[in-house]
């Protein structure tokens, strides 16, 4: 058995039995708030839980690092969303220690891509595109820096509204103590 055939095998019971109702919430966010996190398993149940947030209070915006890296990308794009169409009146940045994206190496990844198949010419292509790839797939070496350049794109953004606070915090994948980086009030 496939693992997609596990989980639809699973949503059906969930759906027949009803489990979906304690989620039941609005598309709006009760706090009024939208995170933007990194996408690191660690997180997904421990975040929500160490800010005392449950389904329905907050936007949650995820991504490799919680990198802001392009101001009219998709995730900026979905953070003004979230300001503009859905109520919210703060956002937070949270990096985290012991981030994948600290210790990523351009050069190793584009191994690994030609390693499952993709070819030096597909590469070639994109470069020529004017896509750098070693800049495109960079990490970063501080998490504290990192947090703090996301929350100044955010704040600096020409589209931002100038009266949203943003914050900057990193949390422990282990502890889930939160330190503040950046007080955007």
Not at 93 to 99: R, S
Not at 124 to 149: M, P
Request: proline share 3%; charged share 25%.
């Amino acid at each position: 058995m496939t693992l997609l055939t596990n989980i639809l095998d699973y949503n059906k019971q969930f759906v027949e039995e009803h489990s979906y109702e304690e989620y039941r919430t609005t598309k709006f966010p009760d706090k009024r708030l939208v995170i933007l996190t990194c996408m690191d398993t660690r997180l997904v149940e421990l975040l929500p839980k160490s800010m005392n947030m449950k389904n329905g209070d907050v936007k949650v915006v995820k991504n490799a690092g919680a990198i802001v890296s392009h101001p009219f990308g998709s995730i900026m794009r979905s953070l003004l969303v979230a300001v503009y169409e859905l109520q919210a009146d703060e956002v937070i940045v949270i990096g985290h220690h012991d981030c994948g994206m600290s210790a990523i190496n351009s050069d190793q990844i584009l191994s690994k891509m030609k390693d499952r198949g993709i070819t030096e010419d597909t590469l070639d292509t994109v470069n020529y595109s004017g896509i750098d790839l070693h800049d495109w797939l960079k990490g970063f070496n501080s998490v504290q820096e990192s947090v703090a350049h996301s929350v100044d794109m955010i704040k600096n953004h020409p589209l931002m509204d100038k009266k949203i606070p943003v914050h900057g915090l990193v949390i422990s994948p282990e502890t889930g103590k939160l330190d503040l980086v950046v007080e955007g009030y």
